[in-house]
């Protein structure tokens, strides 16, 4: 059973396109897990604030947000991947960059948010 059930539309990933190179199949599954990874890291530290915030309460926010932030990260990571493999497949160029800069973004609001909590 998989996490990410296939759509009825979409042929089977090893059957698109030519079998590539095996060295960018091992560079996209390396960043797929770098991407679970900062999902991981995300959600913990929103648990992390979660936890913390019960007593305080200042803390709910940010930690529902490294929560949310990491749930979805987890999510957009699989499609990534699969967009990837395809793309790579299919000898196309990958120019996705909005998710790297997405990540930065939330980053940045999630600490100084957390940090605005713990400083008033």
Partial sequence: MTWFPRRADRPPLHEVGEHPDYRFSLANERTYLAWQRTGLAFASVGALLLHSGLSDGAL?????????????????????????????????????????????????????????????
Avoid at 91 to 104: E, F, G, K, Q
Avoid at 109 to 119: D, I, P, Q, S
């Fill in 60 to 120: 709910l926010v940010p930690g529902a947000g490294g929560l949310l932030a990491g749930g979805l990260l987890i999510i957009r990571a699989q499609r990534r991947y699969r967009a990837t493999s395809a793309a790579v497949r299919n000898a196309h160029p990958i120019s996705d960059r909005r998710l790297v800069a997405t990540v930065a973004a939330v980053t940045t609001v999630l600490c100084l948010t957390g940090l605005g909590a713990l400083l008033i």
